[in-house]
């Protein structure tokens, strides 16, 4: 099927129609209601809904590498749907009893992907909420020790802490985006740090973490690790990393937390993060009783090991489905288009190794491409960067700009001239399963930014 855009079809909407007459078949025993719809006022309304819409980037398309955005599969937005005609709420069982049971099974088949078989999770609105909630935890088992991250993990980590009230600490990269150890060590014989947070796919350049030399501190020290894989965590199936990246990956599994947002590669509509804790016994920091949602089952309820109260079971449902169709296995067809959009990533970073006015600024480790423009002093190559940009969008390529601090990019780049301590590079996000397929049509295109 081609198309451009990935909304519901015509067989779509013929799918929903008939499922949803087997939803509906199952309250066939109560009486029928009489409900006032206004369906007469809903068509011009929505069109002006679709209208306003369209003023928007085109997200959904190849041509679109700004932001880490693609449209959920139809699997999940059907799923989604029909779930939404009776809005279950995943807090407890007496709101969302059938799509509480599809969450802890999908949340279980996440679980597994990382080698854990008796994690204790729940999903969430996003990766924000769930590091916030493996940080809260964290603080409880380490009496409020310090937080150790990378200067290039993601920002939540830092507004976290300070909601929580804990110290971070922000240990410095290496020029290849990752952890620096040395540092790291330095930080922890300068104190005693509760928790380090290990990131598998920093957002801004994709790099990965040295878990393994974490891991190995970690038995002097004794901190807990924390891996915030947001981004990065479902390539724990993509077969074509790195031998560095793989060994990462395959260490997952000594964790204590870990997070992973199913609506970045897991095919999702936002908002559906999802954080694991190893040790079940993590469940006691989220101990409170609720007099007036608690009282259809004895069994577990959700809300009883989660930070958020109310949240969409429609999220739980369409997981759950996504999960039916693509489960999460090696060689299996989810992985493959794991490993196209890094095998797509690869292929860009080729093609700005051999051009004549870009500089990539690292190989990419999974699927987010980085690079400069050509310039003799930081400003310029900033300001060419951001006429790149401009000139990209009115070919309808769409990219996204990063500042970086002048370490990770003075390697690579043919800046002579620091004027300034940063510079503004171009990204990519190639993580769409067509753009491996597309890259020819997206490097021609990137060729005419360059030359206009």
């Known amino acids: 099927m081609t198309d451009t855009f990935p909304g519901l079809c015509a067989q779509s909407l013929s799918i929903l129609n008939n499922v949803n007459a087997k939803l509906a078949s199952g309250f066939d025993d109560l009486p029928s209601v009489e409900r006032s719809a206004l369906l007469d006022s809903l068509e011009p309304i929505l069109a002006s809904t679709a209208q306003e819409l369209q003023n928007n980037y085109p997200y959904h398309h190849p041509f679109y590498l700004g932001q880490m955005m693609k449209p959920p599969h139809p699997i999940a937005q059907l799923a989604y749907t029909l779930a939404m005609s009776i809005n279950p709420n995943n807090h407890a069982l007496d709101g969302g009893k059938a799509s509480s049971a599809m969450e802890k099974e ?47 993990a993601h920002y939540t980590h830092s507004r976290c802490c300070s909601l929580l009230d804990i110290e971070c600490r922000i240990i410095e990269c290496e020029a290849n985006g990752r952890m620096d150890i040395a540092s790291l060590q330095r930080q922890l014989d300068a104190e005693e740090i509760g928790t380090v ?11 990965i973490d040295p878990l393994e030399e974490v891991l190995e501190l970690q038995k002097s020290y004794g901190f807990r690790i924390h891996i915030d894989s947001a981004y990065g965590g479902y ?22 937390s870990i997070v992973i947002d199913p609506h970045k590669h897991g095919l999702q509509p936002y908002g559906c993060g999802c954080v694991l804790f190893n040790d079940p016994q993590s469940a006691k920091v989220f ?32 997981l759950w489905s996504t999960l039916q169709l693509f489960p999460l296995e090696v060689e299996s067809e ?29 190989v990419p480790e999974l699927d987010i491409v980085v690079w400069t423009a050509h310039a003799e002093s930081a400003s310029k190559a900033s300001q060419n960067a951001r006429d790149i940009f401009n000139a990209a969008a009115k070919q309808n390529l769409h990219l996204a700009l990063v500042t970086l601090p002048r370490h990770l990019v003075e390697g690579s780049s043919t800046i002579k001239n620091w004027d300034q301590p940063e510079v503004t590079c171009l990204r990519a996000c190639v993580m769409k399963p067509e753009h491996l397929e597309w890259m020819p049509r997206i490097l021609e295109k990137l060729n005419q930014a360059t030359e206009a």
């Open 106 to 152: 999908a949340v279980q088949q996440i679980a597994a992907m990382f080698g854990w078989s008796n994690a204790l999770g729940h999903l969430c609105g996003g990766g924000t909420i769930a590091n916030l909630e493996a940080l809260w935890v964290a603080r409880e088992f380490t009496d409020n020790k310090p937080v150790a991250v990378s200067s290039q």
């Open 197 to 207: 947070v290990v990131t598998l796919g920093t957002t801004a350049l994709g790099a």
């Open 235 to 256: 390539f724990k199936l993509a077969q074509n990393l790195s031998e560095y990246a793989t060994r990462q990956y395959e260490l997952m599994h000594h964790a204590d």
């Open 287 to 318: 101990k409170h009783d609720s007099p007036y949602t608690y009282f259809s089952s004895d069994d577990l309820h959700l809300g009883e090991i989660s930070l958020e109260c109310s949240r969409a079971g429609a999220a739980a449902v369409a």
């Open 334 to 362: 989810f992985a493959k288009r794991l490993e196209s959009s890094i095998s797509a990533a690869k292929k860009l970073h080729d093609w700005l190794e051999e051009s004549s006015y870009y500089q990539p600024v690292m």
